[in-house]
């Protein structure tokens, strides 16, 4: 089945301790990107990659890490996190390398930093 | 800089009647403007899209038009449903090809 998985779904963390949520896509597409999902303010771009070792910052990068070694796999990272960063957090791909094409998107990962 | 208002944040009908969710976008230069749906528990997942040669669009019991001019797009959903019942977000591709989302409706279709 063509999809895009995150792990973990859920996760609760305490201030300061690394995390790293991983997205996986099995469609072959060239394009992925992170968005966080805050009441009232929508769908926010974090980071997104046009292919494999080309990443850039989306409208929301701080506090936030990327990387892109294989087509498949665009792994969110959190070096130090802080509560802000408390949110709802989705992965996409899409088909092209450009970034506004149909995107298709995770199940979403539900951040708690105490 | 880029924004994409969406209204109403809110919107409750009944079971067979209309729902209406507008959009505004501030970038003249966009070009495409897709709608996403996300129910709950889920990823959002695109519905309808309409690009800025065309003025509307239409799926079965959703419509979308668009008017360039005042630069604002709707979505419409006849007849609607309890399956309709979702959080809606539009978006607007701007210059620089980004995806810019509104800040979502929360669709609620009572039997």
């Given at each position: ?10 996760l ?38 046009m ?26 990272i ?8 408390t ?7 899409s ?20 | ?111």
């Amino acid at each position: 089945e063509a999809q895009v998985t995150q792990n973990p779904r859920y996760l609760i963390t305490v201030t300061g301790k690394k995390l790293t949520v991983t997205c996986s896509q099995n469609m072959n597409h060239e394009y992925m990107s992170w968005y966080r999902q805050d009441p009232g303010l929508g769908l926010r771009q974090i980071y997104y990659s046009m292919n494999v070792e080309v990443t850039d910052k989306g409208d929301v990068p701080e506090g936030y890490k990327v990387s892109r070694k294989e087509k498949r796999n665009f792994p969110l990272i959190l070096e130090s996190p802080s509560p802000n960063q408390t949110s709802l957090y989705f992965c996409a791909s899409s088909p092209s390398g450009r970034p506004a094409e149909t995107q298709y998107f995770g199940p979403g990962t539900r951040l708690l930093v105490l | 800089g880029e924004n994409v208002e969406q209204h109403p944040s809110t919107l409750s009908v009944q079971e067979g009647d209309s729902a209406v969710i507008k959009c505004t976008y501030s970038d003249s230069a966009s070009n495409y403007f897709p709608w996403y749906k996300q129910e709950l528990g889920k990823g959002p997942q695109l519905i309808i899209d309409i690009r800025s040669n065309v003025g509307e669009k239409k799926d079965q019991r959703i419509a979308v038009t668009l008017n360039k001019t005042a630069k604002h797009f709707s979505l419409h959903i006849t007849e609607t449903q309890p399956e309709d019942s979702a959080v809606y977000f539009c978006a607007a591709r701007g210059q620089g090809g980004k995806l810019i989302f509104g800040q979502g409706t929360e669709l609620s279709v009572k039997p």
